[in-house]
């Protein structure tokens, strides 16, 4: 396992579920943004941020797998959403999956996704 550090910042806001920073040595691992389609290419969850949620972050969890990572060597996730409202669901399927110190985040509300059952997309970046 790679040990990331979550320095704290100086004349910072403290993060509400995220980290300002996070360092650590290792090899680089972008995951493509995920969404909520099973291993069929089938939507879960139709209407149901939640329900994609949850489909996203196993999705995310077998992209790392197949890197030889876990959410542990998560350093940064990026959520596209299509209503910002769906944050809090959101944050708590992704405590299911992070529940020590939590990665950088960013947060964007967009017009639309790829397809419009799609209410939310997830990429992550690890070192491992």
């Known amino acids: 396992m790679t040990e990331l550090e979550y320095p ?5 806001a403290p993060g509400n579920g995220y ?3 996070v360092t650590g040595t290792g090899q680089w691992v972008a ?13 879960v969850g139709r209407d149901d941020p939640a329900a994609q949620a949850e489909q996203v972050f196993a999705n995310l969890a077998r992209c790392l797998t197949a890197a ?3 959410f542990e060597n998560v350093v940064k996730l990026t959520y596209f959403v299509t209503d ?3 944050l809090p669901e959101i944050r708590i399927v992704r ?8 990665p950088a985040s960013s ?22």
């Open 8 to 12: 704290q910042v100086a004349v910072v």
């Open 19 to 21: 980290s300002h920073v």
């Open 31 to 43: 995951i493509s943004g995920q969404v909520a389609l099973d291993a069929n290419g089938q939507f």
């Open 68 to 70: 030889d990572a876990t």
């Open 84 to 86: 910002i409202n769906y």
């Open 95 to 102: 405590d299911k999956y992070i529940p020590g110190p939590k």
């Open 107 to 128: 947060a964007v509300q967009v017009a639309a996704l790829f397809s419009p059952l799609a209410l939310l997309e997830i990429e992550a970046f690890a070192i491992i």
